[in-house]
């Protein structure tokens, strides 16, 4: 029996970036080519500031794996305080587009696996901390229409206001919402269609690659790792959860057998 339900990852899943630095150096340079042009000197100095510091963030935890998940959050603050906030919305799309033109040549085969999958009437969606507008965009350029749960950015009269960051260290929680929510609507249906009997919980499937995504492992069916995962947290998986885990390689439609074969 095919899963109801399949759910991945976006960065080190789907794509071959890892975090989102890719989207958010974008934004940042195309800030940077617009104070040059609009002759905002001040904005310029703030901006080569920024980039200094984010150079150091990066070389000081660079040799500490650990500490790589620090880095991100931070990385994300320091963008959001000293170069996204207060942009117009129209600006920071503009710059979204940029970045989704190349980063679809990033995507990994494990996307149209995801993709074959959604249309075989599975339902699918992606669940991530990366940018909700850059995940939609890249999606869209390859014609796909998933649903996605990313961190989105506040507006107020057209311009940015900060972002949320949205399914960074809560994946699991978020998903069990994603289950009793579908769940409700289930029994909903059946009860509306006088249907004698409830649907029983639905077969749900997570693809991950990352500590994060392990959280995930509790609430879904049947774990997939992603190809693009370390060696090292494929044995984490298969050794800790056993059957529950798939690890597939990267023969054509191994992935869409482990996502979708019971």
């Not at 009997?197 to 992603?226: L, N, S, W």
Request: charge should be neutral; glycine fraction near 6%; hydrophobic fraction near 35%.
């Amino acid at each position: 029996m095919k899963p109801e339900l399949i759910v991945s990852d976006w960065n080190g899943t789907l794509m071959t970036d890892r975090d989102d630095k890719a989207v958010l150096k974008q934004i940042g340079m195309d800030e940077l080519k617009h104070a040059l042009k609009t002759l905002r000197f001040g904005r310029v100095r703030e901006l080569a500031r920024t980039k200094k510091r984010l150079e150091e963030m990066t070389d000081k935890y660079r040799d500490d794996p650990e500490s790589q998940a620090r880095l991100l959050m931070e990385t994300y603050k320091l963008y959001f305080l000293e170069v996204i906030d207060g942009l117009p919305l129209s600006r920071m799309l503009k710059s979204v587009r940029r970045y989704a033109s190349k980063a679809v040549d990033r995507l990994d085969p494990a996307f149209d696996e995801l993709l074959m999958a959604n249309k075989d009437h599975i339902t699918t969606m992606i669940l991530t901390s990366a940018l909700y507008d850059g995940v939609c965009e890249v999606t869209r350029r390859r014609g796909a229409s998933l649903s996605v749960s990313g961190s989105g950015f506040g507006i107020t009269k057209g311009r940015l206001t900060g972002l949320e960051l949205r399914n960074y260290d809560n994946k699991h929680e978020v998903l069990e919402n994603i289950v009793e929510l579908r769940n409700y609507d289930n029994k909903r249906e059946a009860l509306e269609n006088s249907v004698s009997h409830i649907k029983p919980p639905e077969r749900v499937v997570y693809m991950g690659d990352d500590f994060r995504d392990e959280q995930c492992a509790g609430v879904a069916d049947t774990f997939v790792v992603a190809p693009l995962a370390t060696d090292d947290f494929r044995q984490h998986m298969a050794s800790t959860y056993g059957g529950k885990v798939r690890t597939p390689g990267r023969k054509p439609k191994e992935v869409y057998n482990a996502l979708t074969m019971d």
